[in-house]
C-alpha cells in the first residue's frame, strides 16, 4: 500500500450499467416490468430478435436519459443516432445490440464528491442508451455432470443507460463516493430503481498505475463482477497493491478484463481486452436519428426534481446541521417526509425544522430500521406524525410519553389526539395524584433526603428521577417544584 501511495498514482474511471424504470421495453411493447414473471414470458418477436420485424424507439425511455444528463451538467446533443454493436454471444437474441457509439445523446457532465473533507468535481464523459441482454442461467445436470446453459429473454430489449466517467478518480474511496451519489441522483429524478445487488445498477471498473509525476496513462485493467459498493472498493483496492507490485518489480501490466471473486477477495484473468473495433458497429438502419430542439429539453429541465445537492443546501439554511441536512437529504422519500413534517407544525421555521429532523431521525429512522430500511412502508403520515409533535411541545403530553403515543400510531393507524384522550395521558402537573408520588419518593429516600438538605443539589435531580420512574405523564417543572416544596 505505501509502494502505491509514494511511488504511483491511481487511475480510475467507471462504466455503470443502469436499467431505466419503464413501463415497456426499449424497442418493443413488451413489458420491462418482468421481475418474479416466469422465464421467458415477456416476449415478442422484436426482443426474440426475428427476421423482418422493426424496433420502434421508447420515448419515455428517451426522456429518462434527457433527465438524467440534465441533472449530470452534460450537453445534451442536438443530433443522436443509434447504432449496431455485432458480437456473437448466446444472450444477444439478434447477434448484435442496438447500441450508441459516436454519437451518444449526453455529452461532458460531471458530480461532485467529497472524500475525507475534500470536494473534487468528476467528470462524466458521456451518457449514452442502449437495450439489455437476455440472461443466462449456467446449471449442471446432476445425472451426468455436464454443464448447460439456460436462456431467459425477459430482460432482453430493457431498455439500458450506460454513464461513462472520465479517469478521474484517484482513490478507491472517491471511486465508492462516485456511485453512492450517482446512484442517489438517479434515484431523485426517478429514471432507476439503481440497487446493484438486484442487478438494475452494474459497475465496471478500468484502473491503471503511473509513476508519480507522470502524465501517460498506464495501461489499464478493467474489473468486472463487482455486485455491490463495498465489492467495488475491495476490487480497486486489491488491483491497486497487486499493479503496484508488479510494476516495482520492472513487470508490465497486460491490458486485460479481470473478474472480481468475492469469496477469495481477489481478481483473477478473464481474457485480453478486445479492441472498439472488433464490434463493426455501424448506424441502425431500422431506426431513424434522434433530434434533441432546445424547446424538448428545457421542457425536461422543468420536469427535473431538485437535486439532492440543493435540497441539503436549502435544509442547512433552515438551521439544520451538516449531519442532519445530509442524513435527511440521502433519500428523497426521507427528505420529502420531513419536509411534510416541518409544514405540519404550527411553529417558526427554524425550530419547526429542527424538532422534524430529531422526530425524522430518531423515532421514524428507529422504526424503519427495525423494518428492513424501508421508509416507504412507514405507516405515520407527516401530518399526523406533526400532530403529535403539537402534543409534545404544546405541553399535553410530555417528551417520554410522546414515544409511546408513536408507537400506538404505528402500530394501530390511529391518531396522536385520540390516543391521548383514549387513555388519559395527558400530563399531570399537579393534584392529589402526583403530591401523593412526591411524599412516596421523599419516604422511602431518606439518605437522598438528609444529602439535599445538606446542600447536595444533584440530590433533588435522584429524587425528581424516583417520581419519573412511576409515571411518565409527570411535568418534570412540576415534581421538581412540588419536592421543592414538600422539603422546604
Ligand atoms: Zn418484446
Redesign the pocket.
Known amino acids: 500500500m505505501t509502494a502505491v501511495a509514494t511511488e504511483f498514482e491511481t487511475v480510475i474511471g467507471l462504466e455503470v450499467h443502469c436499467q431505466l424504470v419503464t413501463k415497456?421495453?426499449m424497442?418493443?411493447?413488451?413489458s420491462a416490468d418482468y421481475s418474479g414473471a416466469g422465464p421467458n414470458t415477456?416476449?415478442?418477436?422484436?426482443?426474440?430478435g426475428m427476421p423482418g420485424v422493426l424496433p420502434v424507439i421508447n420515448e419515455q425511455a428517451i426522456e429518462f436519459i434527457v433527465m438524467t444528463g440534465l441533472a449530470l451538467h452534460c450537453q445534451i446533443a442536438e443530433f443522436s443516432k443509434f447504432d449496431r454493436k455485432n458480437y456473437p454471444y448466446p444472450d444477444l437474441m439478434k447477434g448484435y445490440q442496438i447500441s450508441q457509439y459516436d454519437l451518444p445523446v449526453c455529452t461532458g457532465g460531471w458530480l461532485e464528491v467529497e472524500v475525507d473533507g475534500s470536494r473534487r468535481r468528476l467528470g462524466i464523459t458521456r451518457v449514452h442508451m442502449e437495450e439489455d441482454t437476455a440472461r443466462l442461467l449456467h446449471r449442471t445436470d446432476p445425472s451426468s455432470g455436464e454443464g448447460y446453459s439456460l436462456v431467459d429473454v425477459n430482460r432482453?430489449?430493457t431498455p439500458l443507460m450506460e454513464i461513462v466517467s472520465e479517469p478521474d478518480m484517484r482513490t478507491p474511496a472517491e471511486a465508492r463516493e462516485y456511485l453512492v451519489r450517482l446512484r442517489q441522483i438517479l434515484r431523485y429524478i426517478g429514471v432507476s430503481d439503481a440497487n446493484m445487488e438486484d442487478g438494475n445498477f452494474r459497475c465496471d471498473a478500468n484502473i491503471s498505475l503511473r509513476p508519480r509525476g507522470v502524465l501517460k496513462f498506464g495501461s489499464k485493467v478493467e474489473v468486472k463482477n463487482m455486485n455491490s459498493f463495498r465489492a467495488v472498493h475491495d476490487a480497486l483496492v486489491y488491483e491497486e497493491i497487486r499493479q503496484a507490485r508488479v510494476l516495482s518489480e520492472g513487470g508490465v501490466i497486460p491490458q486485460e478484463t479481470r473478474g472480481w471473486v468475492d469469496e477469495r477477495g481477489e481478481t483473477v484473468s478473464q481474457r485480453s481486452k478486445e479492441d472498439a473495433n472488433d464490434y463493426r458497429y455501424f448506424p441502425e438502419p431500422d431506426l431513424p436519428p434522434l433530434r434533441f430542439s432546445r424547446d424538448f429539453v428545457e421542457k425536461v429541465r422543468a420536469k427535473l426534481p431538485e437535486l439532492p445537492e440543493a435540497r441539503k443546501e436549502r435544509f442547512l439554511a433552515l438551521g439544520l446541521s451538516e449531519h442532519e441536512a445530509a442524513t435527511l437529504t440521502e433519500a428523497r422519500e426521507r427528505a420529502d417526509y420531513f419536509e411534510g413534517v416541518v409544514r405540519a407544525l404550527d411553529l417558526e421555521q427554524p425550530r419547526a425544522a429542527k424538532l422534524a429532523a430529531n422526530w425524522v431521525l430518531g423515532e421514524v429512522a428507529r422504526w424503519a430500521n427495525a423494518h428492513g430500511g424501508e421508509l416507504a412502508r412507514f405507516p405515520i403520515a407527516a401530518a399526523r406524525l406533526g400532530e403529535l409533535i403539537m402534543l409534545v411541545e404544546g405541553g399535553v403530553i410530555t417528551a417520554a410519553v410522546g414515544k409511546d403515543v408513536f408507537d400506538q400510531m404505528a402500530e394501530s393507524g390511529r391518531g396522536a389526539r385520540e390516543i391521548v384522550d383514549a387513555a388519559g395521558l395527558a400530563q399531570i402537573r399537579g393534584g392529589d395524584e402526583l403530591a401523593a408520588l412526591v411524599r412516596k419518593a421523599i419516604a422511602g429516600n431518606a439518605k437522598a433526603v438528609d444529602d439535599y438538605r445538606a446542600g447536595k443539589e444533584s440530590a433533588l435531580k435522584f429524587l425528581m428521577g424516583q417520581v419519573m420512574k412511576e409515571t411518565k405523564r409527570a411535568n418534570p417543572q412540576a415534581v421538581l417544584e412540588l419536592l421543592e416544596k414538600e422539603l422546604r
Do not use: M
Not at 424497442?27 to 413488451?30: K, L, N, P, S, T
Not at 415477456?42 to 426474440?48: K, S, T
Open positions: 415497456s421495453k424497442f418493443c411493447g413488451c415477456h416476449v415478442c418477436p422484436v426482443c426474440l432482453a430489449g
